[in-house]
């Protein structure tokens, strides 16, 4: 599974080095194990069922992560390209730390498309009748 985005990233080292900075994000989930676990309402309108989403918690069983952040230090790109390399010889210790906001952000986007598809579409439409 890919993931592009935008990133913007506050940064502090040490209290001596402090970092802000915005960019290209590519996330790349390898081996990966998705589970979606919604929770929804059964809401009527003109006589057809359809779906709120009242929470959407995914569960992720991951093999591998890989994180390349474009321009992170713009005034020096070798510095970015050895911040990523840590990054992802660390991957387990990065997972570990971005994984809660990661889960919680992607349940949340997950709600939001899901809910207009099912906004759109009945319930009663979803499925072939015999």
């Known amino acids: 599974m890919i993931h592009r985005s935008q990133y913007e ?3 502090r080292w040490l209290t001596m080095v402090q970092t802000n900075t ?7 989930f390898q081996n990966v194990s998705l589970v979606l676990n919604i929770k929804v309402i059964v809401m009527y309108k003109m006589e057809k069922r359809y779906l709120k989403i009242y929470e959407l918690v995914p569960e992720l069983d991951l093999g591998r992560f890989t994180l390349k952040l474009d321009g992170l230090y713009k005034e020096n790109e070798d510095l970015t390209q050895a911040v990523n390399r840590v ?13 809660p906001t ?20 009945s319930y009663d439409d979803m499925f072939v009748r015999n």
Do not use: H, Q
Request: aromatic letters at 14%; proline letters at 2%; a negative charge.
């Open 9 to 11: 990233m506050d940064l």
């Open 102 to 121: 990661v889960i919680s952000s992607y349940g949340r986007r997950g709600a939001e498309l899901l809910d207009k598809i099912f906004a759109t579409i």
């Open 87 to 99: 990054y992802n010889e660390n991957w387990i210790e990065l997972w570990n730390d971005v994984e």
């Open 22 to 28: 915005t960019g290209p994000c590519y996330a790349e």
